[in-house]
Structure formats: C-alpha cells, structure tokens
C-alpha cells in the first residue's frame, strides 16, 4: 500500500510530466482509483504548461493524450468544470479533434479565461 506521502508525489509528478510518460503511466498504477479525498488538483496551472509545452515541441500530442488519458477520472484529483472538460477533450482526440497548434492555443486560452 502506499503511503498518503507518495500517493501526493505520485500525483504531483503526473499532474507536472515531469518524467516520460511510460515511467509515469508505472508510477499510478501503483495508486488506487478509488480515492475519499481529492489530494491534488489539475488547475489551470497544469494545463498551461502541458499544452504550452506541447506547443514550443517539448511533448507530442501522443505525450499530451496519454497524459490525460492518465489523470482523466482519476477520484484522488480535483477537477473544476473546465479543467475536466479540457482533460476530456485532450484524452479523446478522436471525438473532439485532433491537438494542433491552435486547438492548444485556444485551450490554453479557456484554461485561463475567469
């Protein structure tokens, strides 16, 4: 079982890609999907940089897909509505289209709009 300590770590590195997503992908199936308490969130500041790294070339849009395919649904996250509807959209680019240079741009631009 792994420690609530962890399990923020875990989800922190996720939220951040801050390793290639293979390595991350291990690293939360070593998490329940089950959770009682929401330990982190996928806020604007997260999907900023996901989808601004995406678009300088840092991660491909496989890299940004797998990412949400990874944190979309997950019970130990919290989503406002915007974030789970841009995680949505990321993780099923067969129904809402591919990510491209401006599709991330206007999703950059939702993330951020108050």
């Not at 649904?73 to 809402?96: C, K, M, Q, W, Y």
């Amino acid at each position: 079982m792994v420690t609530r300590h962890v399990h923020l770590e875990i989800l922190t590195r996720l939220l951040a890609l801050d390793r290639p997503i293979a390595e991350l992908a291990e690293m939360a199936r070593l998490l329940p999907w089950d959770s009682e308490v929401e330990l982190a969130e996928v806020g604007r500041e997260a999907l900023v940089s996901i989808l601004t790294r995406y678009r300088r070339g840092e991660i491909s849009a496989r890299d940004v897909e797998a990412w949400a395919n990874l944190v979309e649904g997950r019970e130990d996250l919290a989503f406002t509505r915007e974030s789970a509807a841009i995680v949505h959209h990321l993780a099923n680019p067969i129904l809402d289209g591919a990510l491209t240079e401006d599709s991330a741009a206007q999703l950059i631009e939702r993330a951020t709009a108050d």
